[in-house]
């Protein structure tokens, strides 16, 4: 018995030991908190060899950087996703960053995971000329002469269609407007309508978002193996939709066919299939993952805010007035939604739909009196300035009308698209997707929560069990 105590108490003191080794053999990889050469690295902790602090990342989210905020300030040092990264929580120092860009020694810096399974020509990783090229032929899909001419009245006829037949029945709005999402974006990119296609396309997609935010641990099993086999599958169709286009004469009026007619008149540089392919999955992605929380979310704070539903309620009929049922909004209405488009931003603000943007450097970068080496990457962390009360009084508070008494969009520090030289091609036409989901949806619907309804804010936005509602004729 004697024996077997002292053995228990030899391993647990050998894992101790060991651990303790391991955690300091990270410190030191990463300079102990001080370079040799080039300065001082911020304070900070770098967790265990490979995996450093990402376990603690992933559980805790806000927590976890709040706490090392506290201990810390607001620029520190950590190892989260693979790499050795430092977090920026101040606002100004975020501004300069996203601004400087490329000529400040920063370019994107996405993980590993999301670098593999989004593809090396997706707009969010690539910079330099590949960057102007990939970011030009996006602008050209959704230009607002192109939102005005042909994507909004394809989302207005694809809302109109999609919300057909709600009422009396109880609906996850959390899967509803997942499927609306990936169908919208589907119809305008390819002309998919729903069917075998589509559902094939979505069950790859859920798991190669999953994929996006994990650990590069290419072993059967892990979310990052699955992502990049959804990936695979989703290349194969995507290839097979570029060689049918290519072997039929027929006109479709989508992004696809732009995309497979630019650079054919030597105005643009002309975009390879992988390119298209590449371009393609970051429209689909981004789109689906922001418009879908949003659109969720802001039907959950409609709901538990009535004045508002109230007021975006009113600010829709009167633009129903006088139009037949099946009659479209225009262009010139859609940007006369002065509140709905409150009610996005707000929504956006405090769901934290993103909570940051990851940077990585091309050289030592000084920061605040620090030197961040190069390859490291920096983590401009926007959450925090959401719940800014200097810059959003009550930031707790769902406030949609702050967004009218000032124009909040020119403010130094908005940051809810990126900035600079990447602030997010798609915003209008994101938004104009979640104004014409909201304008069906509040003109024809009144609903209420039906049971428990979870909401998990991080590592993304999303009801576990669904966000359930009973809806009723307006």
Same mark, same amino acid.
């Given at each position: 018995?004697a024996?077997?105590l002292?053995v ?12 303790s080794?391991l955690?300091?053999?990270n410190?030191v990889r990463?300079g102990?908190?001080?370079?040799k050469e080039g300065?001082?690295?911020?304070p900070?902790t770098?967790?265990w060899?490979?995996?450093g602090?990402t376990?603690?990342f992933l559980k805790?989210?806000?927590s976890?950087m709040?706490q090392?905020?506290l201990?810390?300030?607001?620029l520190?040092r950590?190892h989260?996703?693979?790499c050795?990264?430092?977090v920026c929580m ?6 300069r960053?996203?601004?400087q860009?490329?000529?400040g ?7 590993q995971s999301?670098?593999d399974?989004?593809g ?6 690539v910079h330099g000329? &590949? ?7 996006m602008?050209?899909l959704?230009?607002p ?8 009245p ?6 109109? *269609?999609h919300?057909q /037949?709600?009422a009396?029945?109880v609906?996850?709005v959390?899967a509803?407007t ?9 119809r305008q990119?390819?002309?998919i309508?729903?069917?075998p296609?589509? *559902?094939?396309l979505k069950?790859e997609?859920?798991?190669?978002v999953l994929g996006?935010?994990s650990?590069?641990?290419n072993?059967?099993? %892990?979310?990052?193996?699955q992502g ?5 599958k989703?290349v194969?169709m995507?290839?097979q939709m570029i060689?049918e286009r290519r ?9 696809? *066919?732009?995309? &497979? ?8 540089e002309k975009l390879?299939?992988?390119q298209?392919?590449?371009l393609? $999955?970051a429209? $689909?992605y981004s789109?689906?993952?922001t418009m879908?929380t949003?659109?969720m979310?802001a039907?959950?704070? &409609?709901?538990d805010h009535?004045r ?6 009113r600010?829709?009929?009167? $633009?129903?007035?006088g139009?037949s ?7 010139e209405?859609f940007?006369s939604?002065?509140?709905?488009r409150?009610?996005i ?7 934290t739909v993103v909570?940051?943007l990851?940077?990585k450097t091309t050289r030592d970068v000084?920061?605040?009196g ?6 490291w990457?920096?983590?401009?962390y926007?959450r925090?300035?959401n719940y800014d009360p200097s810059m959003?009084?009550?930031p707790? %508070?769902f ?5 009218l ?7 130094p ?12 091609? /798609?915003?209008?036409v994101?938004t104009?997707? $979640?104004?014409?989901f909201l304008?069906?949806f509040?003109?024809?619907?009144r609903?209420?929560?039906e049971?428990?309804n ?6 993304r936005?999303?009801?576990?069990n669904g966000?359930?509602?009973r809806v009723?004729d307006?």
């Open positions: 018995m024996l077997l002292l228990m108490v030899g391993v647990v003191v050998g894992v101790v030991v060991a651990s080794l955690l300091r053999w410190e990463y102990n908190g001080r370079r300065g001082c690295l911020p900070g770098m967790g060899p490979l995996f602090e376990t603690e805790q989210g806000p976890f709040k090392r905020r201990r810390y300030g607001r520190f950590t989260i996703l693979g050795p990264t430092v101040d606002p100004e120092l975020n501004r960053m996203l601004l860009g490329e000529a020694g920063l370019v994107p810096g996405y993980p999301m670098l399974i989004l090396r020509n997706n707009i969010a990783a000329p &590949l960057h102007r090229l990939m970011r030009g032929a602008l050209g959704v230009r002469a192109m939102l005005r001419q042909s994507l909004l394809k989302i207005d006829a694809f809302m109109r *269609d919300l /037949g709600w009396g029945a609906v996850d959390q509803k997942k499927e609306m999402a990936l169908l919208s974006a589907l990119i390819a002309g309508t729903a069917g296609l589509s *559902d094939a069950t997609l859920c798991t190669l996006t935010i650990l590069p641990i072993l059967p099993g %892990t979310s990052y193996y990049f086999q959804a990936r695979t989703l194969s995507l290839e060689a072997s039929s004469d027929d006109v479709h009026d989508d992004m696809l *066919d732009a995309l &497979l007619r630019s650079g054919g008149d030597g105005a643009r390879s299939d992988e298209i392919i590449d393609l $999955i429209l $689909i789109g689906y993952e879908s949003t659109s979310m039907v959950k704070y &409609l709901s009535p508002a539903l109230d007021e975006l309620r600010e829709h009929l009167d $633009i129903r007035k139009k049922p099946e009659e479209a909004i225009s262009y209405e940007k939604m002065a509140f709905t409150a009610v931003f707000e929504t956006l603000r405090l769901a909570n940051g990851l940077r000084e920061m605040n620090y030197v961040i080496p190069k390859g990457r920096i983590y401009v926007t925090e300035i959003y009084p009550d707790m %508070t406030n949609p009308w702050r967004w008494e000032k124009n909040m969009e020119s403010h520090h908005f940051m809810l698209f990126g900035g600079g030289g990447r602030m997010c091609p /798609g915003k209008e994101g104009a997707e $979640i104004a014409t304008h069906y509040v003109t024809r619907y609903w209420e929560e049971g428990k979870t909401i998990l804010k991080f590592p936005v999303e009801a576990p966000l359930h509602i009723q307006y």
